[in-house]
Structures are given as structure tokens and as C-alpha cells.
């Protein structure tokens, strides 16, 4: 009887499920299957690095990308090797606390205060999210290759691949809200992607992470942003609904 019963209020809840499903827009749905992938994907990209599972791929990759005879030295032209530098700081903490600063200040000035708060917290959010994750998992960096940059925490997930996602991505969702036409909201989406791609392959290419931490950051980032930004337009839904029930009321 209570299996029943149990089974019974599975099935309701599904159907529950489906009819709040049915009821939002397609970007919406999109975003809730992207955000679900994405976690389970992170799930298990890290199960297989603690298992150790992913290891000798990480290594040939590293290895692959510095001299057979020096691996202080990088295999390709040394133009590379400076193009990672400077892109790598696009990640960076400075960089993204200016940027976060300059955009919450870009908002407040424009009166829209709820927009401030969702990118402070979206950003300072991610971080605390991104250092957990890192103290939890607790992977050494790589010591197969010297390091072309100076690192301090732990390698799982990359921070800087991870925080230039949720930095990046969480600022063009603001921008594709404004501006308009096709062409225009996915050049912004465009570019967001291409600096967060760039920063997570400077990670690789300077010798502090292994592929499967910026594929990490990339992922939880993404996840981290979908969920503030789902989270965002729920409560702004709500509260429309609220103020249209009040305004009926009144009238």
C-alpha cells in the first residue's frame, strides 16, 4: 500500500512538473536542460579525475603542448606562449572585480538596482561556490610541466575558467535583454563564450591546470550562471504577478 502511495505521488509530481514545463518559453526549457546536463556532466567529470581516470590523458595533453627536449620550453611559436599571458588575465580576480564593479556601478546609474544586485551576487556567489568546490575536491596542480604563472589554490575546477563563465555569461544574459535583432544578441553571446573559451585554454597552455579543470570550470560556471539567471527571472516573474494582484485589488 505505501509503495503505492509512494509511487502514486511520484507520478503526481511529474505531472506537475510537465505542466509548469508546458507552460514557459522555449528559451526557458533550453536553459533548465542545459543547467541539469551540465550539473550531471560536472558529477561526473569529477568522479572520473578522483577515480584517476582521466590522468594520463591530462598529462599527454600537458606534455603535448611543451618541447620533447625542454619542457620548459613551449612547443609551438613563442607568440603563443604571451598571447596565454595576456589572456589568462581576463580570468584573473583583478580583472573581474573591475568588471563586475564597473557593470553593478553601470546599473546602479541607470536606476536598475535589482540588475546590481543580481551581478554582484551572481559573481561573489560564483566564487564562494567555486572556492568550495576547489577545498572539497582538493586536486594537486600539475608538476609535470613548470608553471608559467604564478597559483595559490587548489586545481578543480580551473577558478579562472569558471569565474570568467559566470562573470561573462552573466553579463551578456543582461545585454541580450536589451538590445535587439538576432544578429546583435548572438554576437554578445558570441563574445562572452570566446573569452571564456580563451581563458580556459591559457590555463592549459601556461602549465597550471589540466584540461579536465578548465572543462570543469567551464561547466560549473555555465551552471552557475544559468541557475542565477533562471532564478532572476523567477523572482521578477513573481513579483509582476504580485503587483498585478495588488493593482487589481485595489481597482
Known sequence: MSEWIEKTRVVSNLRELWTWLSGQRLDVILSILILVTGAWGFIELADNVIEGDTQALDEAVLRSLRSGEDSAQFAGPAWVRQAARDMTALGGAAVLFC???????????????????????????????????????????????????DVMTSSFPSGHSMMAA???????????????????????????????????????????????????????????????????AFFKRNRRQIHLSSSEESG
Request: contains cysteine; aromatic residues 12%; positive net charge.
Open 99 to 149: 568588471v563586475t564593479i564597473a557593470a553593478a556601478g553601470f546599473l546602479a546609474l541607470m536606476r536598475d538596482y535589482a540588475g546590481a544586485a543580481f551581478v554582484l551576487a551572481a559573481t561573489w556567489g560564483g566564487q564562494l561556490v567555486c572556492l568550495g568546490l576547489k577545498h572539497f575536491l582538493n586536486r594537486s596542480r600539475p608538476e609535470i610541466v613548470p608553471h608559467w604563472d
Open 166 to 232: 559566470v562573470v561573462y555569461l552573466t553579463l551578456a544574459v543582461l545585454l541580450v535583454n536589451v538590445v535587439e535583432g538576432r544578429r546583435l544578441k548572438s554576437y554578445v553571446i558570441g563574445i562572452a563564450v570566446m573569452a571564456t573559451f580563451l581563458v580556459g585554454v591559457s590555463r592549459v597552455v601556461l602549465g597550471v591546470h589540466y584540461p579536465t579543470d578548465v572543462l570543469a570550470g567551464w561547466t560549473a560556471g555555465l551552471v552557475w550562471a544559468l541557475f542565477c539567471g533562471l532564478s532572476a
